[in-house]
């Protein structure tokens, strides 16, 4: 290509580029970040589980981290853990956790002193929901 080839080319490139580039940018497509809910996906089964992280009066707790250990496969053998911490509604979400495990899955959430846990067997309930209260720890 000659110059003025590249030049029209590019100028092209823009012109086709800048609507895409602009919806992106504002207006009624657009996501506030911190509103978007964290995933993590384990990757070895089809199983979801929701959170709502709040503190002891209900309000929703930004930051707060939930963890869990799966011990999955023949005699759990594989492990596998896992974290995610929660966007300003106090959500977060795992996907892809198994729906076989021998001992189900214990959900862990802290936030600075506060923890809560919650159980899920994915046997009985592969697509649940949780919404876990974060108390003081005691010392």
Request: charged fraction near 20%.
């Given at each position: 290509?000659?110059?003025?080839?590249?030049?029209?080319?590019f100028?092209m490139?823009?012109?086709?580029?800048?609507p895409v580039?602009?919806?992106?940018?504002?207006?009624?497509?657009?996501?506030?970040?911190?509103?978007?809910?964290p995933?993590?996906?384990?990757?070895i089964?089809p199983c979801?589980?929701?959170?709502?992280?709040?503190?002891?009066?209900?309000?929703?707790?930004?930051?707060a981290?939930?963890?869990?250990?799966i011990?999955?496969?023949?005699?759990?053998?594989?492990?596998?853990?896992?974290?995610?911490?929660?966007?300003?509604?106090?959500?977060?979400?795992?996907?892809?956790?198994?729906?076989?495990?021998?001992?189900?899955?214990?959900?862990?959430?802290?936030?600075?002193?506060r923890s809560?846990?919650?159980?899920?067997?994915?046997?009985?309930?592969?697509k649940?929901?949780?919404t876990?209260?974060?108390?003081?720890?005691?010392?």
């Amino acid at each position: 290509m000659s110059l003025t080839g590249n030049r029209l080319f590019f100028a092209m490139v823009l012109a086709l580029g800048s609507p895409v580039l602009c919806l992106g940018q504002g207006g009624n497509g657009q996501t506030d970040p911190s509103k978007v809910v964290p995933l993590i996906d384990g990757g070895i089964g089809p199983c979801t589980a929701d959170f709502t992280i709040t503190d002891s009066a209900g309000a929703p707790l930004y930051g707060a981290k939930v963890k869990v250990h799966i011990a999955y496969g023949f005699v759990g053998a594989r492990k596998l853990d896992l974290e995610v911490g929660t966007n300003v509604d106090g959500r977060a979400r795992f996907t892809g956790l198994p729906d076989r495990v021998k001992r189900g899955f214990y959900f862990h959430a802290t936030e600075g002193d506060r923890s809560g846990e919650a159980f899920d067997d994915p046997s009985n309930t592969c697509k649940t929901a949780f919404t876990i209260q974060l108390q003081k720890n005691k010392q």
